[in-house]
C-alpha cells in the first residue's frame, strides 16, 4: 500500500511539473525559413531574457526558441532525474541557483564548451568549462521611499538590523526576504551571508525574527508588495529584477549595501544528454559576446563588473573598485552549499529562527 501511495505521489508530482511546463513555455518562432529549434529551461523571468533572445535570433533568423520556466529547485530537481534517467532536458540551462549548476556539472550531468567566447569569462565564473556565469548581480536592499523615511535608510547590514530592533512597531510585518525552504537563490544568498560573518547575520536574522519578517519564494512577489506598500523593505533582492521594477514604480529606491554585497552571476550549462547541444552551445555564446553583453546591460540586467550603477542606485561609484563586492565564485566551493546534510541544518536552523520564532500576534494575516 505504501508502494502504491508513494507511486501515486511520483506520478501526481511529475504531471504537476508537466503541466507548469505547459504553463511557462513561451515559443519564439524563426523569423524566417526554420532550420533549427532551441530549448531552454530557466528560471530567469521571461521579461529579462526576452531582449535577448529576440536580439539572438536578429543574428540567426532560422532558429524557433522555446523558453521554459521553472524555480529554482524545480529545476534543479527536473535536471538531476533526467540526468539520472540519461533522458534530455532541453538544449540549455539557466539558473540563478549556481550552486545547483555546479552540483549538477560534478554529478557528470553537463557538457563542456569551449570558444574564444567562453575565454572572455572571468575566472571565478567559469567553472571546467561546464558552468558559465553570464551576469553580474548585486544582493541589494530594495524599500519604498514614501513609508521609509529618508533618515531611517539602511545601507550597510547592521543598520538594517538596528533600524528592525529600534522601529520594530513600525516595521513589524514590514519586511521582506526569500523563503530559503522555497526558494533556492533565497538559500545560496542567506548561506553566503552567513559566510561573510556570522555575527551580523545571526544579528540580522534575530532582529527579522523579531519584526516578523514576511518570507516568500520569490524575488518579483516581494518587490511588488514593497512597491504597494504592503511591505516597505525587501532584502537580498536581485538587483536586476530590483531596478527594471524601479523603472515601473518610481516609489522603489536600490541601495547597494556599503559593509559588503553579495554579487550572484546566473549561470548556464549545456546538458550532457542535450539533443542540439550545438544551438546550446551557440545560445551560450552570445550570452558571452560583447553584443549580448551589452544587450544585457541596457535591457536585461543592468549591472556590470566594471561600470558604475545604474541610474538612481544608492551605492559607491563603482561596485568593483569600492572593495564591497563579494561574487560567489563559481567552483567547488558551492559543493558545501548542496551538502544534503548541511543544507538541511542551515534550513532548519534559519526556519527557527525566523519562523518558528515569530509570536503569534506578530503574524500578519
Known amino acids: 500500500m505504501i508502494r502504491i501511495i508513494l507511486a501515486s505521489l511520483v506520478v501526481a508530482f511529475s504531471v504537476s511539473l508537466a503541466k507548469a511546463a505547459d504553463d511557462d513555455k513561451t515559443v519564439f518562432p524563426a523569423s524566417g525559413v526554420e532550420t533549427g529549434r532551441l530549448t531552454i529551461y530557466s528560471t530567469t523571468d521571461l521579461v529579462a531574457m526576452k531582449p535577448l533572445i529576440e536580439d539572438f535570433q536578429k543574428s540567426s533568423p532560422g532558429i524557433t526558441i522555446n523558453y521554459i520556466e521553472y524555480l529554482t529547485n524545480e529545476l534543479n530537481s527536473l535536471a538531476s532525474e533526467a540526468c539520472r534517467k540519461g533522458e534530455p532536458l532541453g538544449d540549455l540551462l539557466l539558473s540563478s541557483s549556481v550552486d545547483q549548476l555546479v552540483k549538477l556539472a560534478n554529478d557528470g550531468c553537463a557538457t563542456a564548451h569551449r570558444s574564444p567566447e567562453t575565454a572572455r569569462v572571468a575566472e571565478w565564473a567559469n567553472w571546467r568549462d561546464e558552468v558559465f556565469g553570464f551576469t553580474y548581480e548585486p544582493a541589494v536592499f530594495v524599500y519604498n521611499n514614501r513609508l521609509v523615511p529618508a533618515n531611517e535608510v539602511p545601507r550597510t547590514h547592521v543598520e538594517l538590523a538596528d533600524l528592525l530592533r529600534e522601529r520594530l512597531d513600525y516595521y513589524r510585518g514590514r519586511v521582506g526576504t526569500y523563503d530559503i525552504r522555497l526558494s533556492g537563490i533565497g538559500y545560496l544568498l542567506a548561506f553566503n551571508d552567513a559566510r561573510q560573518t556570522t555575527t551580523v547575520f545571526g544579528r540580522l536574522l534575530e532582529s527579522m525574527a523579531r519584526a516578523a519578517a514576511v518570507a516568500r519564494c520569490c524575488t518579483g512577489e516581494i518587490i ?18 530590483a531596478y527594471e521594477a524601479a523603472l515601473r514604480h518610481p516609489q522603489l529606491r536600490i541601495v547597494v549595501p556599503r559593509d559588503y554585497t553579495l554579487v550572484l552571476s546566473r549561470g548556464a550549462l549545456i546538458p550532457k544528454a542535450a539533443k542540439q547541444a550545438e544551438l546550446g552551445a551557440q545560445f551560450l555564446d552570445f550570452l558571452l559576446s560583447e553584443r549580448g553583453q551589452a544587450i544585457a546591460r541596457s535591457n536585461a540586467f543592468y ?3 566594471t561600470g558604475g550603477l545604474p541610474p538612481d542606485v544608492d551605492g559607491p561609484q563603482n561596485m568593483k573598485e569600492s572593495g564591497i563586492a563579494q561574487p560567489i565564485r563559481i567552483g567547488p566551493a558551492l559543493l558545501a552549499v548542496q551538502d544534503r546534510a548541511q543544507r538541511q ?18 503574524t500578519r494575516e
Open 303 to 305: 549591472f556590470t563588473e
Open 345 to 362: 541544518q542551515f534550513i532548519d536552523d534559519w526556519s527557527q529562527s525566523l519562523i518558528e520564532l515569530n509570536s503569534p500576534d506578530w
Open 224 to 241: 511588488e508588495e514593497v512597491a504597494k506598500g504592503n511591505l516597505y523593505i525587501g532584502y537580498n533582492m536581485l538587483g536586476s529584477y
